[in-house]
């Protein structure tokens, strides 16, 4: 059973720009979850996705946008990059279904904005 | 949600049992309780989840008393790679864990040698 994977690891960009980080789900999990993570915080939630449709939303502004595909992978879009985006974005996913509420993360991507 | 009020670090030294309490005054009746533990640059991890009295798994324990305003987590003879930030969180499981996870600053737990 493959966990849930995301790439890249590291990221740079400056002020200004856009960034796609990408998840893939673990297997038999049809729900994806994005988190922001700023040093010495604890996880901070951006949406959620389910079956291709976005199912939840936290305080993030418009400019924070993602997908999912068929195959339950998902992309996390940030526009408009601003400094305060630099922190560790980590991506969960669960089965709707599941008996419990556990989501299985990702060890996350570390986004830097200059 | 919930609010969790957790202490922001404790420290231990390996071999002893670590209890970290959290409390949340305005659980409702539907909310579970559920732990996660965060090693640094990692994804948090699902340690143990609960509703009430007593829950014990291979890792841990989770006490939760009659009104259910606290609960404990109980990491029995901890080790150096216990050494993690542990998160308390209160959700519905119907609701708020299928649709996200609310998380605080967490307890940050240091084991010594």
């Known amino acids: 059973e493959t966990g849930v994977t995301q790439s890249p690891t590291h990221l740079i960009k400056t002020r200004g720009q856009q960034v796609t980080l990408r998840c893939s789900s673990q297997?038999?999990?049809?729900?994806v979850s994005w988190y922001q993570q700023a040093l010495g915080q604890g996880p901070q939630f951006i949406f959620q996705?389910?079956?291709?449709?976005?199912?939840g939303r936290g305080n993030f502004p418009p400019r924070f946008s993602g997908l999912q595909f068929p195959n339950y992978s998902s992309e996390l879009n940030v526009n408009a990059l601003e400094l305060d985006d630099s922190a560790l974005y980590l991506c969960?996913?669960?089965?709707?279904?599941?008996?419990?509420?556990?989501?299985?993360f990702g060890p996350g991507t570390r986004l830097t904005v200059l | 949600l919930a609010k969790t009020t957790q202490p922001i670090s404790m420290d231990s030294y390996e071999g002893q049992e670590v209890n970290i309490t959290c409390s949340h005054n305005?659980?409702?009746?539907?909310?579970?309780i559920t732990w996660y533990q965060q090693f640094p640059s990692q994804g948090p991890r699902f340690i143990i989840q609960?509703?009430?009295t007593k829950v014990t798994n291979e890792v841990a324990s989770l006490f939760i008393p009659a009104d259910r305003k606290s609960s404990t987590l109980s990491l029995p003879r901890v080790s150096l790679s216990d050494t993690a930030v542990y998160y308390c969180?209160?959700?519905?499981?119907?609701?708020?864990?299928?649709?996200?996870?609310?998380f605080g600053s967490g307890t940050r737990l240091q084991v010594q040698p």
């Open positions: 305005n659980i409702a009746t539907n909310d579970y």
């Open positions: 297997s038999g999990h049809n729900t």
């Open positions: 969180l209160v959700g519905d499981e119907g609701d708020t864990g299928r649709r996200a996870l609310t």
């Open positions: 609960g509703y009430k």
């Open positions: 969960a996913s669960s089965d709707w279904l599941g008996p419990t509420n556990e989501q299985f």
């Open positions: 996705y389910y079956r291709e449709e976005e199912n």
